[in-house]
T-cell receptor, first 110, second 112 residues
Framework: GEDVEQSLFLSVREGDSSVINCTYT??????LYWYKQEPGAGLQLLTY?????DMKQDQRLTVLLNKKDKHLSLRIADTQTGDSAIYFC??????????FGTGTRLTIIP | EPEVTQTPSHQVTQMGQEVILRCVPI?????FYWYRQILGQKVEFLVS????????KSEIFDDQFSVERPDGSNFTLKIRSTKLEDSAMYFC??????????FGQGTRLTVV
């Protein structure tokens, strides 16, 4: 079955890079996503990667996909206080349903 | 920037009552979804809706749940007879294609 796992917490100093990790069990995942949730807000789609890619970069965000190990990561360069949020990894199989991870709470240390 | 809006932000209802959660998806989107997140648990898929019908639903989405797109702009989730375990944050989402879903801020449903 589908399962997506993330560590619950990550603390990073302001200005450093944050790396949020995610593992998934189903190798037939077609798309893998990163969502951000700020306090009191909904889930904001940050980026997603098609499973035949191994990297995608968008400004400060870099997504790395290791299909062999079923491992997805999100790197945020030059982490700022506005990056404090919960980050959710999610997968889909080309249909409409998303399967989410538990979310990683990113805390920025000044 | 267009966004998905949900009302109300918080709803309290008595067990056994019917509740309707409302959503206005982004206007040119074609795919519509409901998800929920019980406190401390993962965000779970409930249902997807396309071309005026349900395209997929989860085991959670039983006969107590229904969705409607009554007027081409609203998308509603009805729970017929609420149970305590229906207490959760309910998220509506929409997308112009299957691979992207944009979420609203959620409605917190508290069943007492």
């Amino acid at each position: 079955g589908e399962d997506v796992e993330q560590s619950l917490f990550l603390s990073v100093r302001e200005g450093d890079s944050s790396v949020i990790n995610c593992t998934y069990t189903d190798s037939s995942s077609t798309y893998l996503y990163w969502y951000k949730q700020e306090p009191g807000a909904g889930l904001q789609l940050l980026t997603y990667i098609f499973s035949n890619m191994d990297m995608k970069q968008d400004q400060r965000l870099t997504v790395l996909l290791n299909k062999k190990d079923k491992h997805l990561s999100l790197r945020i360069a030059d982490t700022q206080t506005g990056d404090s949020a919960i980050y959710f990894c999610a997968e889909s199989f080309g249909n409409e349903k998303l399967t989410f991870g538990t979310g990683t709470r990113l805390t920025i240390i000044p | 920037e267009p966004e998905v809006t949900q009302t109300p932000s918080h709803q309290v209802t008595q067990m056994g009552q019917e509740v309707i959660l409302r959503c206005v998806p982004i206007s040119n989107h074609l795919y519509f979804y409901w998800y929920r997140q019980i406190l401390g648990q993962k965000v779970e898929f409930l249902v997807s809706f396309y071309n005026n019908e349900i395209s997929e639903k989860s085991e959670i989405f039983d006969d107590q749940f229904s969705v409607e797109r009554p007027d081409g702009s609203n998308f509603t989730l009805k729970i017929r007879s609420t149970k305590l375990e229906d207490s959760a944050m309910y998220f509506c989402a929409s997308g112009i294609k299957k691979t992207e879903a944009f979420f609203g801020q959620g409605t917190r449903l508290t069943v007492v």
